[in-house]
């Protein structure tokens, strides 16, 4: 049985803005085991890249942790000196930003980036680090690493600034990735290539990864487990084949129907009416209430739904969601 590498219980990440406190991460639990890929799914505003985020302790202002627990390997990082986590930072967790465009410095090359990345935690000469930086521009298959390890970042393609991104990010053997949505502003083609290339990476490094992202299309292939996010708390959580297969949160069964897939038999897609609600003063009772369509005044507009296991390792937060599995079962059916 697999051993677990990280678990987040009830964490609380807020936003003190002028407006008001946001509560953009509000009792997140989630865990990974090691050699695991798990799937953060929600749209946009749901609190994965802040719990991400939460997770190094690199939350920008005015964002603060104001509660919960962030166990890796049994110990708390949230209770870790400064000069403890960058010692993780990079080197035991590493993390792939959303644009890589914003994360390379334009000023310096390449290879002089990757050079100082693995020298802060390996204890090499600058030829060693270099030879180390080709290597992994070999390993993210970069082609001609010993002649694009000297450009600037204007000189690469987004595909290639994200191959970068990676490579650095595995520059020191994480035991953990965290890649945050590492195909926004990419091609269909070159998104199909990355993802790849991190399932392949994952697999012959033997690390664990949590996969951020808002399409249900992308983890399908990638992700061992999924957990759901929606406005700063986790609707739903279980394997992959149990979220696409039986989904049991409304939620999730309205993120699936409005995939396209050649696999489901339906006429159209489905729309999610609303949006994700106002944190500052987000709605009482379950948050999805007002867009969801099996809601029921007096129960789901009151009731904070928690986490509950409806059966083993499928986490469900909903109140209604025996009542609607019994009403309106979904399941996916093969042409």
């Not at 792939?96 to 390379?104: C, E, I, K, M, Y």
Request: hydrophobic share 40%.
């Amino acid at each position: 049985m697999a051993k677990e590498l990280l678990r987040i219980e009830d964490l609380k990440t807020y936003f003190y803005t002028w407006a008001g406190v946001v509560k953009a991460v509000d009792g997140v639990t989630l865990k990974i085991n090691e050699g695991e890929t798990l799937g953060l799914v929600g749209e946009s505003g749901s609190g994965k890249s802040v719990t991400a985020l939460s997770i190094l302790r690199i939350v920008p202002k005015p964002g603060k942790i104001i509660g919960g627990k962030i166990l890796y390997k049994g110990e708390n990082l949230l209770e870790k000196k400064e000069n403890e986590m960058l010692k993780i930072r990079g080197k035991e967790i590493a993390y792939v930003f959303q644009d890589p465009a914003t994360s390379l410095n334009p000023v310096f090359n390449i290879a002089s980036q990757l050079v100082e990345v693995i020298r802060r935690h390996q204890n090499v000469t600058k030829e060693e680090a270099l030879k180390k930086a080709i290597e992994l521009f070999k390993l993210v298959e970069i082609p001609d690493p010993e002649v694009k390890i000297w450009n600037y970042p204007h000189q690469l393609s987004g595909g290639m600034k994200q191959r970068m991104a990676v490579a650095r990010a595995l520059s020191c053997q994480p035991n953990l990735l965290l890649a945050d949505e590492p195909t926004t502003a990419l091609d269909v083609t070159i998104q199909a290539q990355i993802l790849d290339l991190l399932k392949n990476l994952k697999q012959k490094l033997g690390m664990a990864m949590i996969l951020i992202t808002h399409d249900m299309g992308v983890v399908a292939g990638v992700a061992d487990r999924i957990t759901v996010l929606y406005a700063g708390r986790v609707c739903e959580s279980a394997s992959t084949r149990t979220i696409f297969y039986n989904p049991l949160h409304p939620y999730t069964r309205a993120l699936l129907e409005a995939v396209p897939s050649l696999a489901l038999r339906r006429e159209k897609l489905k729309v999610i009416p609303g949006a994700i609600p106002n944190l500052i003063e987000p709605p009482s009772g379950c948050r999805f209430h007002p867009r969801c369509e099996f809601a029921k005044e007096g129960v789901c507009t009151l009731k904070v739904p928690e986490l509950e296991e409806m059966e083993p390792d499928h986490y469900v937060a909903c109140v209604r969601a025996s009542e609607i599995e019994a009403e309106s079962p979904i399941r996916m059916e093969t042409t």
